[in-house]
Each structure stands twice: as structure tokens, then as C-alpha cells.
């Protein structure tokens, strides 16, 4: 939601995606971290909705002293093969 913000989505049809907007991560699920460490780059022309994409990117991380199992990316595959 936090990307939709910037521009990098979209709600309905008729909304327009910016490809310059987005957001990027840098440490992954389960990396250690400390204090300064740099969470991720926010993009976007809407600079109005940068506080506010901040706020739900905040929401949206849990950090944890504890070490997080890592996630499995992958569910399963889809085979057009028969």
C-alpha cells in the first residue's frame, strides 16, 4: 500500500502506474540490523505522499531481537507441461 502511495500501482484501471516510483529494500527477512542501518529508498514525483508512505512502511515492519525463520518465497510451481 505504502508503494501504491507513491505511484507504483494502482487501484483501479484507470490509474496511472509511475515507473519511476517504488520502494527498495535492503536487508531481507531475518537480516541482523542496528541502529542506522538503511531500510530502503522511497521513489516517487508525489512528494506530498512521502510522509504518509513512510507511516505505512513503519506500520509494516516488525523488527525483532529474536532471529526470524527465514520465508518461503516459493509455494509452488505451475507447469503448462502435461
Given at each position: 500500500?505504502?508503494?501504491?502511495?507513491?505511484?507504483?500501482?494502482?487501484?483501479?484501471?484507470?490509474?496511472?502506474?509511475?515507473?519511476?516510483?517504488?520502494?527498495?529494500?535492503?536487508?531481507?527477512?531475518?537480516?541482523?540490523?542496528?541502529?542506522?542501518?538503511?531500510?530502503?529508498?522511497?521513489?516517487?514525483?508525489?512528494?506530498?505522499?512521502?510522509?504518509e508512505a513512510k507511516q505505512?512502511?513503519?506500520?509494516?515492519?516488525?523488527?525483532?531481537?529474536?532471529?526470524?525463520?527465514?520465508?518461503?518465497?516459493?509455494?509452488s510451481i505451475i507447469s503448462?507441461?502435461?
Open positions: 500500500m505504502a508503494s501504491l502511495e507513491l505511484g507504483a500501482g494502482r487501484l483501479t484501471m484507470t490509474d496511472k502506474i509511475d515507473p519511476k516510483a517504488g520502494i527498495i529494500f535492503y536487508p531481507k527477512i531475518g537480516d541482523k540490523i542496528t541502529k542506522g542501518t538503511l531500510i530502503a529508498d522511497i521513489f516517487t514525483d508525489k512528494k506530498e505522499k512521502i510522509d505505512k512502511m513503519i506500520y509494516a515492519i516488525k523488527l525483532s531481537r529474536e532471529k526470524t525463520k527465514p520465508v518461503k518465497l516459493i509455494h503448462s507441461e502435461r
